[in-house]
T-cell receptor, first 110, second 109 residues
Framework: ETAVFQTPNYHVTQVGNEVSFNCKQTLGHDTMYWYKQDSKKLLKIMFSYNNKQLIVNETVPRRFSPQSSDKAHLNLRIKSVEPEDSAVYLC?????????FGPGTRLTVL | GQQVQQSPASLVLQEGENAELQCNFSSTATQLQWFYQSPGGSLVSLLSNPSGTKHTGRLTSTTVTKERRSSLHISSSQTTDSGTYLCAIEMSNYNVLYFGSGTKLTVEP
């Protein structure tokens, strides 16, 4: 099956903890992305990686860092979570113009 | 301000009726995509349509690039069409999408 896969589906943690989310795509795409969807359902770009190189960083807090081992994987690490980090994090990939999304990881920070 | 505006914010239809969703954007778009997000949250690409008219199944999208607007027409709506429809554009060569806040569609039996 070719798609965008994300783990975990859900994660509940406490303020100050470190979390890491995984994303893998089997579509053979060159570019991967992380988006954040807040409680108002607005989707915003966080990072874009093209063939392991960061090409866009939409001024997210420094506690967020993307990590890529190869062009099929793009993980997201949050060093010390804050309450406002509670959201759904969506991973996507693209080869040309069209983007394909994973199912998302819902983070709840207590 | 927000670069992508969608209207209406919500829409309630009876099954069988048609829906017309609007997307207006403030900058030149190199790409435009319509997505469907189910109540469970998964995001599915419906149409990629930076200009002109495209059809797939019961969906028709028309984008008028110079007027910075796009529409999504859903014909003969079904209860399973219920969910949120999102419009997103790319404004540069970085392939980054900027999303509108969506139209929440409810189709009643």
């Amino acid at each position: 099956e070719t798609a965008v896969f994300q783990t975990p589906n859900y994660h509940v943690t406490q303020v100050g903890n470190e979390v890491s989310f995984n994303c893998k795509q089997t579509l053979g795409h060159d570019t991967m992305y992380w988006y954040k969807q807040d409680s108002k359902k607005l989707l915003k770009i966080m990072f874009s990686y093209n063939n392991k190189q960061l090409i866009v960083n939409e001024t997210v807090p420094r506690r967020f860092s993307p990590q890529s081992s190869d062009k099929a994987h793009l993980n997201l690490r949050i060093k010390s979570v804050e309450p406002e980090d509670s959201a759904v994090y969506l991973c996507a990939s693209s080869l040309g113009a069209e983007q394909f999304f994973g199912p998302g990881t819902r983070l709840t920070v207590l | 301000g927000q670069q992508v505006q969608q209207s209406p914010a919500s829409l309630v239809l009876q099954e069988g009726e048609n829906a017309e969703l609007q997307c207006n954007f403030s900058s030149t778009a190199t790409q435009l995509q319509w997505f469907y997000q189910s109540p469970g949250g998964s995001l599915v690409s419906l149409l990629s349509n930076p200009s002109g008219t495209k059809h797939t199944g019961r969906l028709t999208s028309t984008t008028v690039t110079k007027e910075r607007r796009s529409s999504l027409h859903i014909s003969s709506s079904q209860t399973t069409d219920s969910g949120t429809y999102l419009c997103a554009i790319e404004m540069s060569n970085y392939n980054v999408l900027y999303f509108g806040s969506g139209t929440k569609l409810t189709v009643e039996p």
